[in-house]
């Protein structure tokens, strides 16, 4: 069994922001799913048609590296009109530890 530190080397966080429209959990979702990165929680919600969305997604399952997925995330933000953040979680608690 993978000791804490390493799980939380696999894990990564994706939050998105933006306009409200339709499709936005599907498309982040989908890129994910095309690299085989698994969703492990997910919340989302919608403040006076502003999308927020953040995920802990499991990188193990994947063959992709995390720069070929936080790519495909970066040329989706582009897509949708959206900003994607896609941070390794150790770096992302780090940032926010309180």
């Known amino acids: 069994m993978a000791s804490t530190e390493e ?3 696999e894990r990564a966080v994706v939050t998105v922001l933006g306009s409200d429209r339709s499709g936005i959990v599907a498309a982040v979702a989908g890129a994910l ?3 085989d990165v698994n969703i492990l929680d997910i919340s989302q919600t919608i403040l006076q ?3 927020t969305m ?13 720069q070929d ?3 495909e995330l970066g040329s989706l ?7 994607i ?5 150790d770096v992302f608690n780090f940032m926010y530890r309180l």
């Open 69 to 71: 997925v936080a790519g």
């Open 54 to 66: 953040t995920m802990i997604v499991d990188l193990a399952p994947s063959d992709a590296s995390f």
């Open 85 to 89: 953040t896609f941070q390794r979680e």
């Open 77 to 83: 933000s582009d897509d949708l009109g959206v900003q």
């Open 7 to 9: 799980a939380t080397r």
């Open 33 to 35: 799913a095309r690299h």
């Open 49 to 51: 048609g502003v999308f």
